[in-house]
C-alpha cells in the first residue's frame, strides 16, 4: 500500500462503499458548518435575515464545494495508498482551516483565512489530479489535466479577491462561484470521469445524515441552555418535539428513492450534485432555525413570533421542495404520489402563521408527509409489477 499507479477504479466495481477516510474527512467538515450555523443564528435573532441568508450561503457554498471536490475524485481515483492518505490529510487540514475563518469572512467580510484554507485544498488536490494524469492516457489524460489548470486559474482568483476592494468582494465572489462550476463542465466534455454511481449516492445521503445530525446537535444544546438559563420547559417542548419530528422525516424523506439508480450519466449528475447545496443548506438552516426560535421563546431573540416560525418552516420547507426536485419525482407514479412533497412544502410554509406552535405544527405536517407517502407507495404495489428502473426507461 505504500505507492500505487493511480488509475481510474472500475465503474462497475461491486459493493463499492465509503472508506473510513472519506467518513473521516466527512466529520471534519461539522466544524465548518456549526460555524457557518452559529452565524446564522445570530443575524436572524438578531433581526437581519438579510445579510444573514446572504453570509450563510457565501460559506456554507465553501464548505459544500471543498467536499464535493474531493468527493467526486474519490469516487474515480482513490487508491488508498500513503501518498493518496497524505494529500487528503493535507486537504483536512486546509478544511479547519477555512472553518476558522467562516467568522471572519461571515461578519466582517473577510476571507483571508477562508482563502489561505482553500489555498492548502488546493495545492493537495491539484497534485491528485497530475497525479491522475500521469496514470491515464488521451481524452482521460485531458479531463484530469483539465481539472488541475481549472483549480489552479480559480484559486488564482480567490488569491486576487483578496486585493479587490472591500465593495466589490462579494460580486466578484459571485463571478468566482460560476468559474468554479464550470470547471468541471469543461473537463468532462470530451470525457466522463469514471465516478461510481452507487457510491457517489451514498456519500451523498452520509454528508445529508452529517448534515441532520449537526440540526439534532445545535438544537439540543439550544434547548437545554434554555432550559438551564430559564427552566422554561413548558414553552420549550413543543420546539423540541417539533424539531425532531422535522428531522427524522427528512431523513426518512430524503433516502425513501434508490438515488444511484438514476445516475448514469453527466447530463443527470452535475445538476443533481450541483442542486444539493440547496439540499445540505437548508438542512443545516433547519438547525440554526430552532436555536433562534428557542431564543425567541425565552426572549433573547429580538424578532417577531412570525420571524421566528419563518426560520423553521422556510429551511424545512426548501429541503422538501429540493428533494422532490432532485429525488422523488423521478420516482413518483401518478399525480397523487407527485404531489406529496410540493403540497407539504406549501403547508410547511403556511404554519409560519400559526403562533407559538408553529414548529410543532410543521413536525406534524412532515409526519403526515411521511405516512402518506408510505401509504400511497406501498398501494400500487400491490396491485402492479414493480416499474423497470428509471434508468433502464431513459
Given at each position: ?8 477504479r472500475?465503474r462497475?466495481?461491486?459493493h ?33 435575515p ?19 471536490n ?29 472553518a ?13 483565512v ?39 486559474l ?5 488569491v ?6 472591500e ?31 452507487h ?10 445524515i ?10 439540543t ?56 447545496l ?33 426560520s ?6 426548501l ?19 407527485q404531489?406529496?412533497l ?53
Open positions: 500500500m505504500s505507492y500505487t499507479r493511480m488509475t481510474a472500475n462497475a466495481e461491486d463499492r462503499a465509503s472508506t473510513p477516510l472519506e467518513l473521516f474527512f466527512d466529520l471534519c467538515f461539522v466544524v465548518a458548518i456549526a460555524q457557518a450555523g452559529a452565524r446564522l443564528v445570530h443575524a436572524l435573532a438578531e433581526g437581519h438579510g445579510a444573514g441568508v446572504t453570509g450563510y450561503f457565501l460559506v456554507f457554498f465553501g464548505v459544500w464545494w471543498a467536499w464535493m474531493f468527493t467526486w475524485f474519490a469516487s474515480a481515483y482513490d487508491c488508498d495508498d500513503v501518498p493518496y492518505r497524505i494529500a487528503t490529510l493535507v486537504q483536512i487540514a486546509g478544511v479547519l482551516v477555512y476558522a475563518g467562516v467568522g471572519r469572512a461571515f461578519d466582517g467580510n473577510d476571507w483571508r477562508a482563502v489561505i484554507g482553500y489555498l492548502i485544498m488546493r495545492v493537495a488536490l491539484t497534485a491528485q489530479w497530475l497525479r491522475a494524469a500521469a496514470g491515464e492516457s488521451g481524452a482521460a489524460r485531458t479531463a484530469a489535466l483539465t481539472y488541475a489548470a481549472g483549480l489552479v480559480c484559486q488564482a482568483g480567490w486576487a479577491l483578496l486585493f479587490a476592494p465593495g466589490w468582494r462579494r460580486w466578484l465572489f459571485l463571478v468566482l462561484v460560476v468559474c468554479e462550476l464550470l470547471v468541471p463542465v469543461v473537463a468532462e466534455r470530451g470525457h466522463q470521469t469514471p465516478w461510481h454511481a457510491h457517489i449516492a451514498e456519500r451523498y445521503g452520509l454528508f445529508t452529517i448534515v441532520l445530525g449537526e440540526t439534532i446537535a445545535a438544537s444544546v439550544a434547548v437545554k441552555s434554555a432550559i438551564d438559563e430559564h427552566e422554561a420547559l413548558g414553552e420549550l417542548l413543543p420546539l423540541a418535539a417539533g424539531g425532531l419530528l422535522i428531522v427524522f422525516a427528512a431523513w426518512w424523506i430524503y433516502f425513501a428513492v434508490p438515488m444511484h439508480e438514476r445516475l448514469i450519466s453527466n447530463r443527470v449528475a452535475i445538476p443533481w450534485g450541483y442542486g444539493h440547496l439540499i445540505f443548506a437548508s438542512g443545516a438552516a433547519i438547525g440554526a432555525g430552532i436555536e433562534v426560535a428557542v431564543e425567541h421563546a425565552v426572549g433573547k431573540a429580538h424578532i417577531s413570533q412570525l420571524a421566528a416560525n419563518a423553521v418552516t422556510v429551511p424545512t420547507a429541503f422538501l421542495i429540493m428533494v422532490w426536485l432532485l429525488h422523488s419525482r423521478h420516482f413518483k407514479r401518478g399525480p397523487a404520489q404531489l406529496i410540493p403540497l407539504s412544502a406549501a403547508a410547511v410554509l403556511a404554519c409560519t402563521w400559526s403562533g407559538t406552535y408553529a414548529v410543532l405544527y410543521a413536525g406534524l405536517v412532515a409526519t403526515a408527509t411521511v405516512a402518506v407517502g408510505v401509504t400511497l407507495s406501498e398501494r400500487p404495489a400491490a396491485h402492479h409489477p414493480t416499474p423497470p428502473a428509471v434508468g433502464a426507461r431513459r
